[in-house]
């Protein structure tokens, strides 16, 4: 089991488009700066939240040279992409990252396509690849998402084997499996890297067995809110950390009932910067931004985040 430390949050950063679907480099900017100020580390381009897998290399490179801009010296920030095909895409990947100056980098999951998934020699020889072509700290990802999960022995010797592994990003499924999996994964490699896991839904569990901290997308919409719930935590206030929390699963389930475009429909509810989505995601019906906006008012989330509604445009 590992020691017990400090827990910290990140937050996955949603990238902003404006009606043309083009990069919003003001609206980033600004989205930003909010989440710098709130303490929060950031992760930008992810392939969820960010909609990472829509940005081409110029529009990654733009996006991590801005993050750097806004947010170096003041939070950690990071770049996450999204699932490749190969170990070249992600290094080509990679590589504009490193020249940015973020201070590190995930690496994926192999998606091979066309519903195959890779055995464990393929994901070793893909993150061999991959982490010898590379120097920058990199984090490994490991997530459902792909519908595979690496042995948490071949993760081990990963780290073992690659001294610019800084952390493992897990996102797995639940009890029993999921938490077998991450509490495995503490004891072999707890004492030696970060762990994360993603999203609020395990987290408690996660910092209980004691992992680093979680990864939250709900964090775009209430940053300030995020970052309570491991500093409550850490602190040993277990009552407000639990509250914080309740709030943000109420978050949480709304993003898993409405999709990707809960997150841009509640911050422009909210008068906040976050700007449109980018094709092939479409924006919610009217129907649904109404009960947004209902959700939102009832959670009374501009109290909760100390927000107030257009601040954070200017």
């Known amino acids: 089991m590992g020691s017990p430390r400090r827990a910290t949050t990140f937050v996955i950063s949603l990238t902003p488009f404006d009606q043309e679907e083009r990069l919003d480099e003001a609206a980033l900017r600004a989205h930003l700066r909010r989440l710098g100020e709130s303490g929060i580390g950031v992760y930008v381009g992810g392939g969820g939240t960010g909609e990472g897998f829509t940005l081409d290399l110029d529009e990654v490179r733009r996006v991590c040279h801005i993050a750097k801009e806004e947010l170096h010296g003041k939070v950690p920030v990071r770049a996450m992409g999204h699932e490749p095909r190969t170990a070249k895409q992600l290094i080509e990947y990679a590589k504009v990252v490193e020249e940015a100056g973020l201070e590190a980098f995930q690496v994926y999951s192999l998606d091979p396509g066309h519903g195959r998934l890779p055995g464990e020699r393929d994901i070793e020889g893909y993150l061999t690849d991959v982490l010898s072509a590379i120097s920058m700290p990199c984090v490994l990802s490991v997530h459902r998402g792909v519908h595979y999960i690496p042995s948490a022995r071949l993760i081990k010797r990963m780290i ?155």
Request: proline share 5%.
């Open 160 to 314: 073992d084997r690659f001294d610019h592994i800084i952390g493992v990003n897990c996102t797995t499924d639940g009890w029993p499996n999921g938490l077998g999996y991450l509490g495995e994964l503490i004891d072999l490699v707890g004492d030696k890297v970060e762990i994360h896991v993603g999203g609020p839904v395990f987290a408690l569990n996660a910092l209980a067995l004691g992992a680093t901290g979680w990864l939250s997308a709900e964090g775009n919409i209430v940053p300030r809110l995020t970052v309570s719930t491991t500093d409550h935590h850490n602190a040993g206030r277990l009552a407000e950390r639990d509250a914080a929390f309740a709030k943000i699963f109420h978050l949480e389930r709304a993003l898993s009932r409405y999709g990707w475009g809960f997150m841009k429909a509640a911050l422009s509810h909210l008068g906040l910067p976050g700007g449109h989505l980018r094709r092939p995601r479409t924006p919610l019906p009217d129907e649904q931004l109404a009960e947004v906006a209902r959700l939102l008012e009832d959670l009374d989330i501009l109290s909760v985040d100390g927000l107030q509604i257009g601040a954070a445009r200017t």
